[in-house]
């Protein structure tokens, strides 16, 4: 063969950047792998997202694209779109959005004008930036009021949200988080939504693998559109989705191409084919579940170590923590523990005294966990695991030894090793 015309793999075209990467697969192999926006995904995921259909340019939706040689992307394409709809029930699906945060702001872009009015969870309350907080497009061009939680129980204040609704006729009400552990009540926020005429749309990225597994409420029928990542608790690739009422296809669509996007990434839209048929099967529901019963498991054995938890503990997948009574910021427990073979963020908690950069809690979600096969009879350890890690940092000035840091994440691994991370 002629040495130009060679097509070495990875590991020999470019052996720097292949090290990295097999560093990283070791990373997800032997680390406690709790942030809560994180997941493994399947082999089959995996084996999708890398395809020669990253090759190909796809503008425009199947049956009408701006480029020839659609024979199989379009049907990849339909077939996530059917996929997605079956799994939620929902009478339109847009695939296409590059993750998340496109995914809303298209929703944004569909359903309201520049300069309108939302109202969001607020960032510091466990919601997220792109529900109208000020530093986000979300909030710099639409104009944002934001609700938040009570100071007794850390939940959505209800009345708090009607209230503002009344008072500020917003055109768009989320109803969604990055860090709120407790069940989202759908049909209340779709009351006051029409009682002031607004719509609502539900974020569901954190929770939208408990939704298609049964064990959230599923806000399609109560919104105008629903937006999720398809990644976390989904257990797909990084991406986005968007579902939405008929009546509302055609805004969202647009809004996506060529509103805010070009051509789809279509080895990622095939990733996303392949994680709602996953997402569809028993075997699915059950793994849903199992998160949920291991999340509650980890509350009580931290609560019994003496942690503050938000709200007193958790619904769904994840755990907010004040580490306050700990002696130690969420930031420098978070770096401390990952020396440790512990992975986990600081995070804000509702009214927290502490700047967003260095807050006092941690945040912990047990999807990552779950997909290894770990079970509620493995928390204890795990709570063990983090308490060590916690107190060793407190009592070092966030510095523990590095003996120490090697032996922990020596048990850790060892721990681990029983139970093989998926795709790996």
């Known amino acids: 063969m002629n040495e130009a015309r060679r097509d070495p793999p990875l590991a020999e075209a470019d052996p720097e950047l292949w090290q990295h ?15 809560a926006s994180e997941n493994y995904v399947s082999r089959a995921v995996l084996e999708a997202s890398a ?34 709809r079956a799994l939620f029930g929902a009478d339109h699906a847009n695939v296409q959005p590059y993750s998340g945060s496109p995914a809303n702001l298209a929703v944004l872009l569909g359903l309201c004008k520049p300069g309108d009015t939302t109202m969001g969870l607020a960032l510091p309350a466990g919601g997220h930036l792109t529900h109208g907080w000020k530093v986000s497009a979300t909030g710099i061009y639409y104009k944002s009021v934001q609700y938040g939680v009570r100071r007794d129980d850390h939940r959505i204040d209800m009345d708090e949200v009607r209230s503002l609704a009344r ?15 407790r069940i989202l009540d759908f049909p209340a926020f ?16 954190h929770v939208a693998g408990l939704v298609a597994g049964g064990v959230h409420p599923n806000p399609v029928p109560h919104c105008a559109a629903v937006t999720t990542t398809t990644h976390k608790t989904l257990r797909g690739p990084r991406g986005g989705l968007i579902l939405c009422k008929a009546e509302h296809a055609a805004a969202i669509d647009k809004a996506v191409f060529p509103g805010l996007q070009g051509g789809p990434h279509n080895h990622t839209t095939a990733a996303k084919a392949v994680a709602f048929a996953e997402a569809a099967t028993p075997a699915f529901a059950a793994y849903a579940k199992q998160i949920v019963v291991n999340a509650q498991a980890l509350a009580e054995h931290l609560l019994a170590r003496g942690y503050t938890l938000i709200s007193g503990g958790t619904d769904n997948h994840l755990l907010l923590i004040d580490l306050t009574n700990k002696g130690i910021s969420g930031r420098v427990a978070a770096t401390a523990l990952n020396r440790c073979g512990i992975e986990l963020n ?53 510095e523990p030894d590095a003996a120490l840091c090697a032996r922990m994440k020596a048990r850790v691994a060892e721990f681990l090793a029983p139970m093989p991370a998926p795709g790996l």
């Open 167 to 181: 008072e500020h006729r917003p055109k768009l009400i989320w109803v969604g988080h990055s860090a709120y552990p």
């Open 346 to 398: 600081g995070n804000s908690i509702p009214f927290d005294p502490r700047k967003p950069f260095d807050p006092s809690g941690i945040r912990i979600g047990l999807a990552s966990l779950t997909s290894r096969g770990l079970v509620a009879s493995h928390m204890a350890e795990v709570a063990a695991l983090i308490d060590e890690g916690v107190l060793a940092a407190a009592a070092s000035n966030g």
């Open 51 to 84: 395809t020669t259909l990253t090759n190909k340019y796809a503008e425009g939706y199947p049956g009408r694209r701006y480029y020839e040689g659609m024979d199989f992307v379009d049907p990849i394409e339909n077939l996530a779109i059917a996929r997605a």
């Open 21 to 35: 990467i097999r560093g990283e697969d070791a990373r997800q192999r032997e680390s406690l792998r709790l942030i």
């Open 190 to 205: 779709a009351e006051i939504a029409a009682e002031v005429g607004a719509h609502l749309v539900a974020d569901i990225a």
